[in-house]
């Protein structure tokens, strides 16, 4: 048996490919949209990928699934638990096996066994591997998708707080604390698989390793510690963080059924600084993918700034208007790359891109904005001259924020641009400075030039100003 793990930094995602290589044939568990990594892995080991598996209606990505059955005409296996809400849709023409708990099939000398493990999404499911091989008459793991990570369990107020379906939050904790009580049940030297590791939006704790065991979960998985009901449902929705935007997007794209990368536009590329200010003047998006101190000492106005590092596609999915043609600023360098992050939520209407150095250097009139130090930033309140938004999580500002600081999480800002106080320096600030530049570029686009980003945020506050202070 041959099996490869794949991890994709930008959105925490893990997906598998699973060989049976005394038959040639492989499944990918859980793919990512990107296909290119399976293929390459399946070329080197001579194995045809005949299968497509999935644990669950993805939130956060769009799967790979039929990017698979379009290259090489492989088989999805899919959920058929959960109600109509949650069935899979458009699947004519592509050939597909719905899935129920107790269901088997094999790939090869590798047997498959569905277990139903509702509570991060109805349909959830999970697969035990068994490889028959050798002399294996017993599972030697599981790929549990978003119900059991290490160090964590799926969040189940994804579909209430991202999609609107009032009361799934409460029925999804219920759920998940009967999945867990049957998680329990299995042997303790079984492998566990996950779909996610620290980073993901789709749990509040999960840890940075790739793999873990059942037994290992049992003794030290927070959420396994519980034996009634009432507290594991109170300790499970309390402190989730808040749902990118871009989760509903997803959760309907990967039911219904998303574009091919091959029928997506080909961006073109943009010499001019003049043709990237009238792309703005007519309403579409200019993404500028620099780093944050080179936006804030100049940029065109109009533009938002994420830079492109490993955060790049969960704020992304976050600031992005997906009813919008998208433009990009950036090292044409890192263009793949970004398209590839890009498309992997989802984000498909991208038309263009430019050179960033190159249309800086032809631009007039660039916008910026100051940065200050805490300490500074300290004195322009106490003279009454400025005010402090915070832009973290909320259970961050719960644990402790600036006095009389306003709260809007970054990701929220575009909509609640309105609660913004102009009348008084807006003093943009996060826990450390990456989230209050993206914030500031946001402000920046909408208008708002009266403010300063912190750096350093809150941790640095606390060191400046705070413990002075005391």
């Not at 005409?73 to 719905?98: C, F, M, P, R, V």
């Not at 430019?354 to 910026?368: D, G, K, P």
């Amino acid at each position: 048996m041959l099996l490869r793990y794949f991890y994709d930094e930008k959105l925490a995602h893990a997906s598998y490919v699973v060989g049976c290589q005394k038959t040639g044939e492989a499944v990918v568990v859980d793919p990512m949209r990107d296909i290119t990594a399976y293929e390459e892995l399946a070329k080197k080991e001579k194995l045809n990928i005949v299968g497509a598996l999935e644990t669950h209606i993805h939130a956060d990505f769009v799967s790979g699934s039929r990017e698979l059955n379009d290259r090489f005409g492989t088989k999805l296996y899919i959920s058929d638990e959960g109600d109509a809400d949650w069935k899979y849709q458009n699947l004519d023409g592509i050939s597909h096996q719905l899935l129920k708990d107790g269901d088997q099939f094999n790939i090869g000398n590798l047997v498959f066994e569905v277990m139903h493990t509702p509570g991060h999404t109805p349909e959830s499911i999970s697969f035990l591997l068994t490889d028959k091989g050798g002399s294996a008459d017993k599972p030697m793991g599981i790929f549990t998708g978003d119900f059991v990570f290490v160090g964590d369990v799926g969040r189940p107020d994804l579909l209430e707080k991202a999609a609107g379906i009032q009361g799934t939050s409460e029925s999804g904790a219920v759920a998940m604390f009967e999945s867990i009580e049957r998680f329990k049940a299995l042997p303790d030297y079984l492998q566990v698989w996950p779909a996610h590791g620290a980073g993901s939006a789709c749990g509040k704790s999960l840890g940075a390793v790739p793999s873990t065991t059942v037994g290992y979960e049992k003794a030290f998985n927070w959420a396994m510690q519980f034996d009634d009901e009432a507290s594991f449902k109170k300790a499970l929705l309390e402190g989730q963080p808040e749902p990118p935007y871009y989760f509903a997007v997803m959760k309907s794209v990967n039911k219904v059924g998303q574009k091919l990368i091959k029928d997506l536009p080909e961006p073109k590329e943009i010499t001019s600084a003049a043709d990237i200010e009238a792309l703005l003047a007519e309403g579409k998006q200019v993404l500028d993918m620099r780093p944050a101190d080179a936006y804030s000492k100049g940029h065109i106005q109009g533009t938002i700034n994420i830079p492109f590092n490993n955060s790049f596609t969960n704020w992304a999915g976050w600031v992005v208007d997906y009813d919008k043609p998208l433009y990009l600023l950036l090292d044409t360098n890192v263009l793949d790359e970004a398209l590839v992050a890009l498309r992997s939520v989802g984000i498909d209407e991208v038309y263009g891109f430019a050179e960033a150095e190159n249309v800086m250097a032809q631009a007039e009139n660039l916008a910026s904005y100051e940065n200050v130090s805490p300490s500074e930033a300290s004195e322009m309140v106490e003279k009454g001259e400025a005010y402090v938004l915070d832009v973290r999580n909320q259970t961050e500002f719960d644990e402790g924020h600036i006095d009389n600081a306003q709260h809007i999480m970054v990701g929220t800002l575009k909509n609640r641009i309105d609660e913004v106080d102009t009348d008084k320096t807006v003093i943009v600030q996060c826990q450390a400075g990456a989230r209050s530049a993206i914030a500031a570029s946001v402000l920046k686009a909408n208008g708002i030039d009266n403010l300063v980003n912190m750096t350093g945020g809150y941790s640095k506050w606390q060191q400046e100003v705070a413990s002075v202070k005391q």
